[in-house]
Each structure stands twice: as C-alpha cells, then as structure tokens.
C-alpha cells in the first residue's frame, strides 16, 4: 500500500475514528486504526465491536492495501508531523513507513485482514436534524445516566420518536432529564435506548454546527450516524426503558420562579463546604417571595437568601446539591420555575414550552440540624 | 476582628500567600493563612516554615483582630463569592463569618496567637532588577534542579552576584543550565544557594512585567524578595554549591549552528517512540552540511534530517531527548550554536555574549543497533 495525504485531512481522521479504540482489550487488533486504501478511497475505521467509527479522507492511492496500525502510536505521529504531506507505505510483512518532509518513522503493523469491519446496516429513511442540535440534546441529558452497570437500561439513553417530536430520556434512579426536540419532518414511531458511551464520543466527533446535518438510521439492533463523510455504527442497549410517564404528574403544591444563575452560583458556593462522597444535602426554605438555601458540614455552614415569585404553600425541603447544579447548567433560560409538592415528592424543573423536564428527588435531612 | 474589603484584593491576596501553605504537615496551625488586623493593615500570611510569603491587602478595619482560618477552605469559600465587598468577622471563640452580598459562611478558625510569623529579616542594600527578568531566568534554569534529595545543593540554584553580573546555575548531575544577567548596578560579591521550591512559588506569584522591580535581600540564612506589597522569606540551602568552573572549557572539535525550531521539533517527535521510563538515546549524526538524527525503540524507529553548518570533525553521539528539548525551549535565539568535543564528553549549547550556556552529558549507545 502507497497513500499520500495532507497532515490536517489524516489527523482529522485519526482524531475521529480514534473515539472508537477500546481503551483495555484483549484483542490486540481493536487497538489498531485500518487504514484501507483496497478501493479508489482512504478509509479509516476503529471499532470496539460496540461501538464503530468509519470516516473518509482526501489523498491520493499510488498502490492499493490496507494495514492495521497501532492506533496511540499512529496518531501520536500523525500528530507530531510538520504540516505537509504524508506518505504511507507498507510491504508485505506489514513494516510500515511515515514519511513527512524529512521526518522518517518506521513502525510495524498488522495485517488489515484480521480487522473487525463495522457491521452492515442497510440504511433507509434517515432521521435528520442538525449537528447543533443533536449534540445539544446529548450535552442536555447525558449527565444523569447511570455510571453503573447494575441496570443496563439506565447507562443509555431513550430516544422516541413520535412524528416530528424526538424525546431523549436519560435517569439514574434519583433524577430524571428529559428534552423535547422538533424536528422538521414526520417519522414513524421508534422507540431505541442508545448507549451513553456512544453518545458522548459522537458528541465529541461532531463538529457541532447548525447548517450542517447528521442523518440517523435505526435498526432492531443498531443505530447508524452519518454526517460528513464519517459514519458511527452503535450496537443499542436491549430490553424495556422505564416508563416514566406515571412519574410526570403535572399536579403541584409550590410554584417557584428564580433566577437560574443566583440559584446556581448560590448552590455552587455552598458546595465547597462538601467534601467528595458527604451526602450533606441543600436545604430550601421557601417562604413568600423568598428562597433561603442552608448547608451544614463538620467543615462549617453556609446560608443565603434569593428573592423568588412563589404561588402556593411554603416548603422545606433538601437536594443533593450536584443534581441541581447538573441540571441548572444545562437550562439556558435566564429565569426557571420549579414545582413542588412536599420534602418527599420530586421537584420539577420545566419550562411552559415543554421542551425540558428535570425531576430531581428530594433527600431526607434532620430537621433539629437546621 | 471584623473588616470589609473587596473580593478581588482578598483573592488577589489569599492566591499569594497560599502558595507558601505546605501540603502535608503534621502542624494542623500551619494549613491556615494569617489575617493579622491588629494594626492599622490588614496583612496575610503563609509560612510552611522554610518559605513565608506575607502581603499586604486594602481593606477597612472596623475592629482589630487576628484570625489563622484553614487556608484551602478559605481560599475556595473567597473564590467562589460573589464580585463585591466581603465582611470578615471573629469572636472570641474564633467563630468566623464570612458575608457577601446575601451570602453568608460561617467556620470555625484558630487563635492567630499560635501561628509562626516570618522571621523578621533586616533589610539593607537590596539587589533589584526588574520582574520580568526574575521571572525569566528562573524559567529558563529551573527544570535542570535534581528532584532528589540525595544532594539538598542541587536541589537549589546558584545566585551568584559579581559586580554588576548575576550568575544564575542549576544542576542536577546530568546537565548544567547557566544564565548570566547585567545589573543595572554593582553589587558586593555574594553567593547563596536558593531552594529550587522558593523559586517556582515566587515566579507564580510575580506578576512578571518589565516595568516593575522585585527588591532582593541577602543574609547568611535567608533570602527575601520584595514586590509591590508582598514579601517572601525563604531558608537558603546551606553548603559549598558544587564548583562548574572546571567543567566549562572552551575547546571543541565540532561546532554546529543549527535552526533551534527546526532541532526542537525533531527531538520532540522522536520522543514519542520513547515509552516513559524508558531510556532510549537520541542519537546525532553530523557530517558536513548535515546532522542526522536517529532514535530507535521496540515501538519501532525513526530518522530525520536538519541543515546545519558545521565547523570542525564528524561525529556521531546520543543524548537523552528530555534534557535537549528542556534547554532548547528555554532558549529564545532561532539559531543555536552547539560545540562537542567527543562521544563521551559534554555538549555545550551557548551563545557568543556569553548569556547562557546549557552543558548537556551525552549517554552511550550501542553502535550496532543503528
């Protein structure tokens, strides 16, 4: 094999497909990056059998080939390389040489025979929405997926569609984040739970602007994202995801108007007197027309008060501080509205659109504390 | 005790003197930082008990007092409060409250009567030069300390004032890195070995301009810089500093002028064949006209050319690749001049004004294996 191409086009390439090298593996191939230069174009392809990133690049074929490279050390050079053109030439025993201006590395690869390719999806009607857009709705909820594998289910999450309306739920049996997104055709039901990994590595290769799309297949078992010229194959997580509907009762005691930013930096300040793995919770004492928040750790003790437009009853009522903060960061909103019922019913963070919920469950705390 | 002054000078201070706050101590009064009010200044203080760093912060007295308050939780509770004054307030039992805007802490902190001031140092016939300069030759010489503590001497660094030049050396068995710098005054002979840890603290806390001076003090124990209000004290390191004179002779068989950028490169991309703890050699081989750089690991091998000029004999030796990339970064000139005597004897990397020199040993290698 005999490719040459710019140093900018091959990082791009090995940054993307890179996402999809297994970190820990037995099987030492996974850890490579295929180059196939078999056709008349360079593809570059990593897979960790869950997940699969393929991508196409501009350069020229002089032979034909493919080789399996060692994918840190192939990418650390790539990266290290002035910025010219790059020549790749491998022989029959797989000894591979990287050629840029005077710059010569010799290294030996594998044979591109022994790769797992990505699976073959048949791709037909593509769901589609902008770069922008999926990777806000996956900024937006990936946060409260579950980092345990005790409930598979939980560690991805839920994308339904329902005609124009796609729904992503992710939960960790304490919150709930769900977002409602338009999109600009009509599908036909799907219901799919994806992976929360392959969700943040697409997150990551996307660039991530508005006049650019990615299309979306789904299969029984697969989901397929196609954007540029790369393609990204997920296995998607199987079962039953949990029903939520029971749990969004739009019935509440307390409503409450604040600022989004007092209430965030407030609740971060008071964290600092929690150290990692103390459940001390925030206390929220709702009065008329004002919210005063209280910690309490052995370090010391923190209280402020937010003005707030409050409709119902008084509440006093605590939170994991990190919840909060996890979904306050993500409303771009200026001013939110919760609703409560009592200290043990959840709290919901919603706006009138319906474009967002998050339930966030209350914790219990010594009131004699306080 | 109680004060009022702005977030923004209580940051400014607190960042200061942290840096003098040790990380592990089995004295708990050490990890606070001093607020000492008891006079018509509100001063803070850090003393790990070799280096003390003390600043002086604008503020209102309301009420004179001294408070030690743990200097992590202090400093995270100042960085974390909203941009405006802040109101500091003690009483008798050390409980201390901490308020800005609606928000309120309290900590417990510990009687200021139990804290080890900075020793008190009589200053006389300061040294002064500006804080860019301080802050550039320590850049420029401290990654050559030995991190070991087997010869506390090279732990430190070499100041050594000469009339209206001071010496700056560090060494740490393998390379020796020298900078020379003009006074704009002369100065009595002195020679003090500084503790490498004194001077990374101090060029973090230096604001590092060129229009303004940091005022140095000599005695036998002690060195003290001071800079706009803030005053560090450190031990000096005790002993004879090892003597370099005799290793810097002026005799060579090749000398080589080289693109610094060009070499830089080059040694930094054949480092990435070099696993961490894994010492292999960069090898050069200079021929008229040319060096040929080669590095060869079980990650596999790679080569490279640079133009050079060269005056003198060919040779072929090997360094290890951090030592020349710590010494070519430091170096601002975009051609450096290197002179080598043979394989076994140390290279030196020197300018003609005699500003810096960087003595680098080179390692054997193993002809064959190239």
């Known amino acids: 094999m005999k ?4 140093k900018s086009n091959l990082l791009y390439g090995v940054n993307t497909v890179s996402k999809a090298v297994p970190t820990r593996t037995t099987m030492a191939i996974l850890e490579c990056i295929l180059i196939d230069a078999s056709s008349n174009e360079i593809k570059l392809t990593a897979n960790d059998m869950e997940l699969g990133i393929e991508t196409v690049i501009d350069g020229t074929i002089e032979e034909n080939g493919i080789i399996a490279l060692d994918a840190k050390i192939f990418s650390d050079i790539v990266r290290k390389l002035p910025d010219n053109d790059v020549v790749i030439e491998t022989d029959d025993s797989f000894k591979t040489t990287i050629t840029c201006e005077k710059a010569k590395f010799n290294i030996v690869g594998k044979s591109g025979e022994d790769f797992s390719y990505i699976p073959y999806i048949e791709r037909k009607e593509p769901i589609t929405m902008s770069q922008f857009t ?11 997926i579950s980092d345990n594998d005790n409930n598979k289910l939980m560690t991805g999450e839920l994308f339904e569609i329902n005609e124009n309306q ?17 999109l600009n055709s009509s599908y036909d039901y799907k219901k799919v739970v994806v992976p929360g990994k392959t969700l943040q590595e697409i997150s990551k290769i996307i660039p991530g602007t508005t006049d650019e799309n990615v299309d979306i297949f789904l299969t029984g078992n697969h989901i397929v994202f196609e954007f540029n010229r790369t393609t990204v194959v997920s296995r998607l997580i199987e079962g039953e995801y949990l029903r939520i509907e029971q749990m969004l009762s739009s019935d509440y005691e307390t409503k409450i108007k604040i600022n989004k930013r007092e209430l965030l930096s407030c609740i971060d300040r008071a964290t600092l007197l929690v150290k990692e793995g103390d459940k001390k919770p925030i206390i929220m004492n709702v009065t008329e027309g004002n919210m005063e928040l209280k910690i309490q750790s052995f370090i010391g003790s923190m209280n402020e008060d937010i003005d707030i437009e409050k409709e119902g009853k008084d509440i006093l009522i605590g939170f994991n501080p990190k919840f909060f903060i996890d979904a306050l960061r993500v409303i771009d909103d200026e001013e939110v509205t919760l609703y409560m019922v009592n200290p043990k019913a959840p709290c919901f963070i919603k706006d009138d659109q319906g474009s967002y919920i998050y339930l ?6 010594n009131n004699v504390a306080n």
């Open 166 to 182: 796609l729904k992503v739920v992710s939960l960790d049996g304490h919150r709930v984040s769900i977002r409602n997104i338009q």
């Open 134 to 144: 999926l990777k806000e709705v996956i900024r937006q909820t990936i946060f409260s």
């Open 360 to 365: 966030i469950l209350p914790v219990n705390f």
């Open 3 to 6: 490719l040459i191409c710019s």
